[in-house]
Nanobody, 124 residues
Framework: VQLQASGGGPVQAGGSLRLSCAAS????????MGWFRQPPGKEREFVAAIKWGGDGVEYADSVKGRFIVRRDNPENSMYLHMSSLKLEDTAVHYC??????????????????WGQGTQVTVSS
């Protein structure tokens, strides 16, 4: 499975941005996909995730009410709609996937595949 993340870039505080993650190499039918981020000088942290089947989603407390994760099953893609961006949202954002499994994991160990990062830089 290959994951391709895109959509990052510079944005002003309070603005919006949409990240995309396209999966190839295998069609998802079960499992989940997620977003993680690594702020400068900090460890990678969970942002959001969505089950590939059903309605299960999870968000980090820091992004609840501001970010929305969606999937497009036919396109084998996942999106992260980010709004009301804050300076502290500046980070390299990664998409990840787990084939199979039922409960969404909020830790990196719960994912088997990772895409390359896309930089989001929020400025004042």
């Amino acid at each position: 499975v290959q994951l391709q993340a895109s959509g990052g870039g510079p944005v002003q505080a309070g603005g919006s941005l949409r990240l995309s993650c396209a999966a190839s190499g295998r069609t998802f039918s079960r499992g989940y996909m997620g977003w993680f981020r690594q702020p400068p000088g900090k460890e990678r942290e969970f942002v959001a995730a969505i089950k590939w089947g059903g309605d299960g989603v999870e968000y980090a407390d820091s992004v609840k009410g501001r970010f929305i994760v969606r999937r497009d099953n036919p396109e084998n893609s996942m999106y992260l709609h980010m709004s009301s961006l804050k300076l502290e949202d500046t980070a390299v954002h990664y998409c990840a996937a787990r084939l199979g499994g039922y409960d969404i994991s909020t830790t990196a160990k719960g994912y088997d595949y990772w895409g390359q990062g896309t930089q989001v830089t929020v400025s004042s």
